[in-house]
T-cell receptor, first 113, second 113 residues
Framework: NAGVMQNPRHLVRRRGQEARLRCSPMKGHSHVYWYRQLPEEGLKFMVYLQKENIIDESGMPKERFSAEFPKEGPSILRIQQVVRGDSAAYFC???????????FGSGTRLTVV | GDSVTQMEGPVTLSEEAFLTINCTYTATGYPSLFWYVQYPGEGLQLLLKATKADDKGSNKGFEATYRKETTSFHLEKGSVQVSDSAVYFCALSEVQGAQKLVFGQGTRLTINP
């Protein structure tokens, strides 16, 4: 049973470009969470999704950031017009339901140059 | 809002030393508590958890007890190994709602042979 799969592992974008980060949850998991880790800091919650629904996006920046979890396919975190401050590690996690604790992927490390 | 405060690092110990990493929290109600470990360049792995007061979580020689009276969840290990070198994160999970995690800032642990 594969774990939470994130790709790409590393992503380099120039300022103003778009970044798309993908997350495939564990088999049977219908809940997906996205977190961001800035250098030398802990993880900060961004968004919580279930299939085709955004449940809680209270941690998402108001502009340029969006997330989706379609009926088919992976969850996507999209960052438009990236800036240097978006450079961070973005982690996805999944769970089968609203039970405490979930499984994290290995993350996508975004570098904006 | 809910918050987690961890002992500041970095922490450097010799192999076979006793380890304590302090963690205290502020929350409404009785959250679930977790310790996650992050090895260099990797995602977070759940190390242990406790879901109610006086529960003890344990795994790989690590232990932590949910202390409601002191709002603490300190991580301990009797004899550390070089392979324990990593960053350790304490976290709490909301009692209700999205079950999002609130993380401490992390403690970097280095074990010298």
């Amino acid at each position: 049973n594969a774990g939470v799969m994130q790709n790409p592992r590393h992503l380099v974008r120039r300022r103003g470009q778009e970044a798309r980060l993908r997350c495939s949850p564990m088999k049977g998991h219908s809940h997906v969470y996205w977190y961001r880790q800035l250098p030398e800091e802990g993880l900060k919650f961004m968004v919580y999704l279930q299939k085709e629904n955004i449940i809680d996006e209270s941690g998402m920046p108001k502009e340029r950031f969006s997330a989706e979890f379609p009926k088919e396919g992976p969850s996507i975190l999209r960052i438009q017009q990236v800036v240097r401050g978006d450079s961070a590690a973005y982690f996805c996690a999944s769970s089968p339901g609203q039970a405490p604790g979930y499984t994290f992927g290995s993350g996508t490390r975004l570098t904006v140059v | 809002g809910d918050s987690v405060t961890q002992m500041e690092g970095p922490v450097t110990l010799s192999e076979e030393a006793f380890l304590t990493i302090n963690c205290t929290y502020t929350a409404t109600g009785y959250p679930s508590l977790f310790w996650y470990v992050q090895y260099p360049g990797e995602g977070l792995q759940l190390l242990l958890k406790a879901t109610k007061a006086d529960d003890k979580g344990s795994n790989k020689g690590f232990e932590a007890t949910y202390r409601k009276e002191t709002t603490s969840f300190h991580l301990e290990k009797g004899s550390v190994q070089v392979s324990d070198s990593a960053v350790y994160f304490c976290a709490l999970s909301e009692v209700q709602g999205a079950q999002k995690l609130v993380f401490g800032q992390g403690t970097r642990l280095t074990i010298n042979p």
